[in-house]
């Protein structure tokens, strides 16, 4: 899943658009595939962010998030699966809801708000406010 050259060893980070590339490549091999989430648990960036929960084309068909930064223990807090689990379909629905044309959301509650940080993903939910609700109808995606 991870291509050579994704690693950037000056940094020990991953960068996010070449292993979204590698991603893409998979969903145009296999045409039964409308689109894809990949899933990686290094840590990824893309510049000049200094690291990304997760990357999506916008609109297209993959969609990359990173489970390495959704850990409460990253930020030295208790492990706890129910939280990371919750994060991590925050993010997986967030970079979806990119390859569906969606942008990000002014709205700290939605789904498609950006996570600058781990506070800003606990903070929305895993649903589309009802401005993205109503775009992703009108774009006549599922
Ligand atoms: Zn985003
Ligand atoms: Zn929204």
């Not at 658009?17 to 990824?44: A, H, N, Y």
């Amino acid at each position: 899943m991870i291509p050579e050259g994704a690693l950037d060893e000056a940094r020990a980070q991953y960068r996010s658009d070449v292993i979204l590339g590698s991603v893409e490549e998979q969903v145009s091999r296999q045409t039964e595939l409308e689109r894809i989430l990949g899933v990686v648990d290094v840590d990824i960036f893309v510049p000049p962010l200094s690291f990304v929960f997760g990357e999506a084309r916008c609109p297209g068909s993959a969609a990359l998030i990173s489970l390495f930064r959704l850990r409460p223990e990253f930020y030295r807090q208790r492990p706890d699966v129910e939280v990371f689990l919750e994060r991590a379909e925050k993010e997986a629905v967030h970079e979806i809801g990119h390859t569906l044309g969606l942008k990000h959301c002014s709205n700290p509650f939605c789904v498609m708000h950006f996570s600058n940080s781990i506070f800003d993903t606990d903070r929305k939910q895993s649903l589309f406010c009802s401005r993205c609700q109503r775009k992703i109808e009108s774009l006549g995606a599922p």
